[in-house]
Every structure is written in C-alpha cells, then in structure tokens.
C-alpha cells in the first residue's frame, strides 16, 4: 500500500476527480444554478467594466493638456533658507557627536570637562533637533511630509 491516494499517478486510480453521480462533491440546487448564457454574459460584461485602457483617443488627451499652464516658483530651498536653531542644532549634534567620537577613541587622556562639555552640546542639540519635529499629523495621511 501506497502513502499517495488514488488517482493519475497509477496507483490503481481510474479518475483524477469523483464522478458526478458519486455523491461525494456537493452541488448547488437546480434553482440556484446559473445557465451557460447568463454566466457568458456576466463575465463579458465584468471585462467591458473593469478595462485599463481608457476611451479617449490621444488627440483628445492632447487638446486637454495644451493650456498655458505653468508651475508656481517653488521658492528657494536649502539650509539657507531655514531655521537658524535648525542648523545649529544639526551642526551641535553632528559635531559633539564626532567630538565625544574622537576623544573616545583618539585622544587619551581626556580632561573629564570636555567629554561633559561634548556630551552635553550633543544632547542640548539633539533636543533642539527633536522641537523642531512637526507637532500635529494628519490623520489621513500615509506618512510622507514635505
């Protein structure tokens, strides 16, 4: 005896699938079933309604896109043209960072009033960085803000 059930692949299997007759499938009720012509026609029509390709030819698409339409100046962007405490506190939390780095692992011994004059620059910075975080999100919005 075999661990595979009966079927294709010859194991004394006649069917891949059990008899209609068989019973052992079930089916719906006479009246609930759909005819041949009726599915035909659901299923054109579910093709006619779900297409990608748009009914508009590209002349007209053309025509809709030619007005004189032109972008607003952005304006200028850049750390020029933000918060001073903004760039400061990058600058702060960048430096004290690569100071308290550099005293770590390069400058030995450290005088115990520059590593609390860096840590303390790294972390006044950073909460500087943390105020300037936004305060209110929308609730509808996926994340993503310019």
Known sequence: MTGHPPGPRGDGGEHDRPDEDSGDHEALPD?????????SEFVDNLRWH???APEVTPDEIDDVLEDDWT???PGPVGWRTSSPSLVLGLIGSLG?????LTMA???RPVPGWAVLVAVTV???SALVLFSHMPTRRDPF???REV
Do not use: E, I, R, Y
Not at 31 to 39: E, F, I, K, N
Not at 96 to 100: D, E, I, K, N, P
């Open 71 to 73: 972008p607003p100046d």
């Open 96 to 100: 004290g960072f690569l100071a308290v």
């Open 105 to 107: 692992v390069f400058v």
């Open 31 to 39: 009246a609930q079933q759909v005819d041949d012509d009726t599915w």
């Open 50 to 52: 779900t297409s990608s």
């Open 141 to 143: 919005s996926d994340g």
């Open 122 to 124: 790294t972390v006044a």
